[in-house]
């Protein structure tokens, strides 16, 4: 039997969902990623390809620690804020292959709380 590759298996799940949706001037893409020890999210609009806006638990005011709940519920607020003072109101939500609960739920629940729409 084959070992399962955890890591092939979302690249294989987020290629399917990036298929499905894209980020436009009017309504960019929000992505997320988790490493252990860092939570990331940018607002991308995939048609000019760039990044507009982005957040991290690498800067400062986080703290050290690993990718929990926690530190994902900071990020998606500080995106949502910057996304307000940018006049994007409306995203896509790309989840990157990974579940939704937990760590996403919560990026993506505070960043709805913050005034995103998705």
């Known amino acids: 039997m084959a070992t399962i590759n955890r890591k092939a298996i979302r690249a294989r799940i987020h290629s399917r969902i990036r298929q499905k949706l ?4 009017q309504r960019p893409r929000l ?3 988790f490493s252990n020890t860092n939570v990331y ?4 609009d995939d048609e000019a390809g760039k990044t507009i806006v982005s957040a991290s638990t690498k800067e400062k005011g986080y703290g050290a ?3 929990n709940s926690e530190h994902a ?3 998606g607020a500080a995106i949502a804020e910057r996304a307000a003072a940018k006049n994007i109101t409306a995203v896509v939500f790309d989840r990157a292959g990974f579940t939704f609960h937990g760590k996403v739920k919560a990026l993506a629940d505070a960043a709805r709380e913050k005034g995103l729409q998705f």
């Open 73 to 75: 519920a900071k990020v």
């Open 22 to 25: 894209g980020g436009t001037a």
């Open 31 to 33: 992505a997320v990623y």
């Open 41 to 44: 999210a940018q607002i991308i």
């Open 65 to 67: 620690g690993k990718a």
